[in-house]
């Protein structure tokens, strides 16, 4: 195995597939080269990728494969404090079985192969497939974890008392599963894990995918007794509601047929402060779209061949998510605009929308709506027979960054190491991709 240094190209050369074209002319000669100088052909090339900084695109371009991140800790951590800045791993095999060369053995045939939606989840042993291989400490817990999910499938909309129909060793098994201490592998992330494998594998059978990212509030006002709750929002009075936010990142294929849940983040929101500075990008609740995001992109790199698009509601309507995304093109976003922003002295954002020229339509079926009186929490909404609605949709605008974020394009391409040309538009470069819609 040898490892490739880096080079750079200059934002002034310009020059079609450049870096990608270099790599390849690097790996033709490589082989011969490294027997002439050492004696024998290496059959493995390595390299890193900084993600936060750049993309890895020429090495995605080049063929080249990637098998994961480092964990952030560099040669001197002995204390395993993991302070650098974790990179995406990027391989090309120069012969085809370096694994049996390597010792490490072939991969089964079928263990990364691609799945059809429906593919293993017809059978009974669907539970199996989806959460036996949940890494939880203990092989016992994975079956509890098989057998309450096959259980519960049965009966989505009840509790697991009920679904259990009287076998109360069932029931204890699923609560001494769940009520597991802070320190046990028992955790969302290790429960979806083999899922999450599974629904990359349906994924890559897919010429293009959507991945829906939303969040909802779960409440527990009726049990005053749990802890590690946050709040979720407060009433007229100023009374706190605790409780937990779930936002969750669904992959849908695109005739809508859902291919299984890419992501699960569960947090206790903090109480806002009104005092002291700006919180930082990190610290504030919209950086989980930059996260749901950032896991997308990761995504994307293992399935070359599949379009990815991000589809998020109006409250990602933020421009860092933007940044984030000219940052790594690789994922389209598609985000329902909020904010009528303002695009020049004379127009705002949904005026330029609606004066552009309309570039389809869509007739959508509106069902009929019960009418509700009104109750103390809800407002009182009229009846309404079944219609069908037009819909028209347009596309034609850049965004303006917001004053704070209003900089030299030479100094803001600098920054995030993207190549600038002074006739560009915009403040990131040559790229001209549409933002929002």
Excluded at 253 to 280: D, F, I, N
């Amino acid at each position: 195995m040898v490892g490739l240094s880096r080079f750079l190209i200059r934002p002034t050369v310009h020059c079609h597939n450049l870096a990608s074209h270099l790599l390849g002319r690097a790996l033709r000669a490589l082989g011969g080269d490294f027997e002439a100088r050492f004696g024998y052909r290496p059959w493995l090339v390595e390299s890193f990728v900084e993600t936060p900084h750049h993309s890895g695109a020429c090495f995605r371009a080049a063929n080249w494969v990637c098998v994961g991140e480092t964990r952030g800790r560099g040669r001197q951590d002995r204390e395993r404090a993991a302070r650098e800045t974790r990179k995406a791993i990027y391989v090309y095999a120069l012969e085809s079985d370096w694994r049996e060369r390597l010792g490490v053995g072939a991969a089964p045939p079928d263990a990364y192969a691609p799945l059809a939606p429906g593919e293993g989840l017809d059978s009974e042993s669907w539970a199996a497939h989806e959460f036996g291989a949940a890494p939880l400490g203990d092989q016992r817990l994975s079956k509890r974890l098989v057998d309450s999910a096959r259980r519960q499938a049965e009966e989505p909309m009840r509790a697991f008392t009920g679904v259990a129909k009287n076998d109360w060793a069932a029931v204890k098994g699923y609560y001494r599963l769940i009520d597991q201490p802070l320190v046990s592998a028992v955790t969302p992330e290790n429960i979806l894990h083999p899922h999450r494998e599974r629904t990359i594998r349906r994924m890559q059978a897919q010429d293009t995918v959507l991945c829906i990212q939303d969040g909802t509030d779960l409440k527990y006002l009726t049990r005053p007794q749990c802890t590690g709750l946050g709040v979720i929002g407060t009433n007229q009075t100023g009374a706190q509601s605790r409780g937990l936010h779930l936002h969750s990142t669904l992959a849908v294929s695109a005739e809508g047929l859902p291919l299984g849940v890419l992501r699960a983040q569960c947090v206790a929101p903090e109480p806002r402060t009104k005092a002291g500075a700006a919180p930082a990008l990190e610290d504030k609740k919209t950086f989980r779209w930059i996260e749901g995001l950032r896991d997308c992109v990761a995504v994307a790199r293992e399935m070359s061949d599949t379009r990815v698009i991000s589809v998020m509601d109006r409250e990602a309507d933020f421009f860092d998510l933007f940044v984030e995304q000219r940052r790594d093109p690789s994922v389209e976003l598609l985000v329902r605009a909020k904010h009528n922003r303002r695009m020049s002295k004379e127009h705002t954002l949904f005026e330029m929308v609606r004066d552009s020229p309309v570039r389809g339509r869509l007739a959508i079926a509106v069902g009929r709506q019960s009418a509700r009186p009104k109750s103390s929490k809800k407002k009182v909404r009229a009846a309404r027979a079944p219609c069908s609605s037009a819909l028209s949709w347009s596309f034609s605008c850049r965004l303006r960054p917001p004053g704070a974020q209003r900089v030299c394009p030479r100094l803001a391409s600098l920054r995030h190491g993207q190549p600038w040309h002074p006739g560009a538009a915009g403040t990131r470069g040559h790229r001209r991709q549409p933002a929002a819609s």
